[in-house]
Antibody
Framework: EVQLVESGGGLVQPGWSLRLSCAAS????????MHWVRQVPGKGLEWVSG????????VYADSVKGRFTISRDNAKNSLYLQMNSLRTEDMALYYC?????????????WGQGTLVTVSS | QSALTQPPSASGSPGQSVTISCTGT?????????VSWYQQHPGKAPKLMIY???KRPSGVPDRFFGSKSGNTASLTVSGLQAEDEADYYC??????????FGGGTKLTVL
C-alpha cells in the first residue's frame, strides 16, 4: 500500500525557518517524481514544488522561489522541504505527493498533510 | 501563474448529472492534454478521479467523465450519489514542469 507520511509542521514566527519531511513506503521511491502541494484550510490547492526521481529537475512556484528548497534522499525514501523566510501567507496544510514523471503525469497519491502555522 | 477558474459551487439531486468547468489559458489547459480532476472529502487528502483529460484510474466509477474544449476542461458526474458530495479540483500542466490547480468547486447533492 502506498503511504506518504509528512512531518515537521508547527507554529513559527514570520521570518523563521522550518523543514518538512515526507516518509514514503509501499512503492519504489526512486521510480517517481515527488511534489509538495499546500492548502490553506477551507481554501484551494496550490502546487509548491516538484523534484524528479534523480533530483535532476527541480521546480518551484513563483510564490516560494528563492525561499523554499525541495530535496530528496532516495536511500532513505524521503522527501524534504526547507522553508526559509516564512510569511503569514505560507500558512497552510502541506501535502507530500507523487507522480510518475515531473511533468506530463498526474499526482496520483497524496499524504495526509502537515500543518504549518506562521504567526507572531 | 494564476489559478485555473472553477465555479465555487455546483449542485444536483440524486440520480441527476452535474458538470463542473475549469477554465485556463492556451498556456495550460488549452495547450496540453494533461488535465486532472481530484475529489476531496472534508478532512481527507485529494483523490485522483480523472487524468489526461478523459482517463479514469482503476476503481473510479464510470459515472465520472472528463472532457476538454479549447481552454476549458469539464468534469461531469452522472447518476449523482450522496457520496459524490465533496470538493472537486482541476489541475493542469502549465509548461516548464509546473502545475496549476483550480480554486475548487463544492459539489452538493441535494
Amino acid at each position: 500500500e502506498v503511504q506518504l507520511v509528512e512531518s515537521g509542521g508547527g507554529l513559527v514566527q514570520p521570518g523563521w525557518s522550518l523543514r518538512l519531511s515526507c516518509a514514503a513506503s509501499g512503492f519504489t521511491f526512486d521510480d517517481y517524481a515527488m511534489h509538495w502541494v499546500r492548502q490553506v484550510p477551507g481554501k484551494g490547492l496550490e502546487w509548491v514544488s516538484g523534484i524528479s526521481w534523480n533530483s535532476g529537475t527541480i521546480v518551484y512556484a513563483d510564490s516560494v522561489k528563492g525561499r523554499f528548497t525541495i530535496s530528496r534522499d532516495n536511500a532513505k525514501n524521503s522527501l524534504y522541504l526547507q522553508m526559509n523566510s516564512l510569511r503569514t501567507e505560507d500558512m497552510a496544510l502541506y501535502y507530500c505527493a507523487r507522480s510518475k514523471w515531473i511533468s506530463g503525469s498526474p499526482i496520483d497519491y497524496w499524504g495526509q498533510g502537515t500543518l504549518v502555522t506562521v504567526s507572531s | 501563474q494564476s489559478a485555473l477558474t472553477q465555479p465555487p459551487s455546483a449542485s444536483g439531486s440524486p440520480g441527476q448529472s452535474v458538470t463542473i468547468s475549469c477554465t485556463g489559458t492556451s498556456s495550460d489547459v488549452g495547450g496540453y492534454n494533461y488535465v486532472s480532476w481530484y475529489q476531496q472529502h472534508p478532512g481527507k487528502a485529494p483523490k485522483l478521479m480523472i487524468y489526461e483529460v478523459t482517463k479514469r484510474p482503476s476503481g473510479v466509477p464510470d459515472r465520472f467523465f472528463g472532457s476538454k474544449s479549447g481552454n476549458t476542461a469539464s468534469l461531469t458526474v452522472s447518476g449523482l450519489q450522496a457520496e459524490d458530495e465533496a470538493d472537486y479540483y482541476c489541475s493542469s500542466y502549465a509548461g516548464n514542469n509546473k502545475l496549476l490547480f483550480g480554486g475548487g468547486t463544492k459539489l452538493t447533492v441535494l
